[in-house]
């Protein structure tokens, strides 16, 4: 298995420059960087052609994320709205593929985080989603990209908030490249089980997020049964990414994305967080190959 951490760990806004991480995450023993994808449309293609080089450098892979922002919702029932989304897509698709990346996940099927005042038809935007989605497939699958479906607990999304609903979606989307995306910490809050969840999504599991119930990366001694979600992968056969999404500190959009209202570890110094991100990958890699 492969193993990545997000690099939103260390930042406060959504955004920044990706390949200033590259060679960092590699010599804290990761395989994986995964970037934020919904700005690269401000970004020039050199910026993708220069992070592929590093990244190939150093011997690192990439895999991308995006939790939606309103104007890309593709539920929503605004015609023009999703034809500019498409455009995001398209643009979005052939940066990701310059720069050697090949997958993406989040909530790619709506928006996020969702306003729940503005209210929602639940049955009617997963229809509308579904149809947009197979269409989406087919322009990622030009560029060898795999979609990933991530199941988010209900107080970040409606749309799917278990495996079973994520597996339904995809089903229903029927492609090859749509694949369901499960997150450890979502799991903890929905699923009445952290292992069957992974043996229902089987061959269909696309990434994997792994973290702690508060969001501080998987570390030994916790509540999350790790020995037997590494067992229940085993048991699939997964082979795929392993992305550790922790957020432990407060402050800047992403804090107030992720609803980090403290500081959730004591020293948050970039030594103190590299050393827990890097005794993290460790702890699993020993764990789970
Ligand atoms: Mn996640």
Redesign the pocket.
Known sequence: MKYGI?YAYWEKEWGGDFCNYISKVKKLGFDILEVACGDFHTKKLEYFKEARKIAEAENILFTG?YGPRPEHNLASEDEKLVEKAFDFWKDCFEKMATAGIYSI??ALYSYWPVDFKAGFDKEADKARSIERMKQLADIAAEYEITLNM?V?NRFEGYMINTCEEGMDYVKKVDKPNVKI?L?T??MNIEEESMTEPIIKAGSHLGNF?V?EANRKPPYQGSRMPWEEMGKALKEIGYNGSI?M?PFVVRGGKVGQDISVWRDIVADTSEKSLDKAASDSVKFLRDLWG
């Open positions: 997000y994320g996940g989040g991530e988010l995306m997150d910490f979502h997020h973290g992305v999404e």
